[in-house]
């Protein structure tokens, strides 16, 4: 039987992020695009960062889970990219939450216009007053043509 194909790999570095860390994973297993891999790569936790992401890669297959000695996120994400089988990259941290279509959205976006990168605007929230600011794509302000 042939396997899916993978549409984008989700790549999300995780360091000491148990506080935070299931709301991400949450977000990334509800995503209407179902053809995903989510691979996280564990950059040396010392807390229960590395069991959470356990427990998830039980319950769900398309989880990942890789493990370095902490040398920080950007040599976690080229770890994480090493094994990326998807068509798309998405690059995530441990701290984020999307919309659960905003995988589906953004791949169609780069499929129908033929593009190699695609980026959206994100909200903020604060995390002592709870106020949420939405911010826009910032690459409009430079008069750059995003889509």
């Known amino acids: ?3 899916k194909e993978i549409l984008v790999s989700v790549i999300i570095p995780v360091y000491n992020a148990e506080k935070y860390l299931s709301d991400c994973l949450d977000s990334a297993r ?3 695009l179902r053809d995903i891999e989510i691979i996280c790569v564990d950059d040396g936790s010392t807390d229960r960062s590395a069991d959470i992401l356990k427990e998830y890669a039980r319950k769900d297959s398309r989880f990942i889970i890789l493990h370095q000695k902490n040398q ?4 976690a994400r080229n770890h994480g990219m090493k094994c990326a089988r998807g068509k798309y990259l998405a690059f995530w941290d441990a701290d984020d939450i999307f919309a659960p279509s905003m995988l589906e959205i ?3 976006t ?3 216009n ?3 990168v695609v980026v959206c605007g994100y909200a903020s929230k604060n995390v002592n007053s ?3 600011v939405e911010f826009e794509n910032q690459l409009y302000e430079y008069g750059l ?3």
Request: net charge negative; hydrophobic share 45%.
């Open 106 to 108: 953004m791949y169609q």
């Open 30 to 32: 509800a995503q209407t």
């Open 72 to 75: 920080y996120a950007g040599v």
């Open 130 to 132: 709870g106020n949420i």
């Open 145 to 147: 043509d995003c889509i």
């Open 1 to 3: 039987m042939k396997s």
């Open 114 to 116: 033929f593009v190699d």
């Open 110 to 112: 780069a499929e129908i």
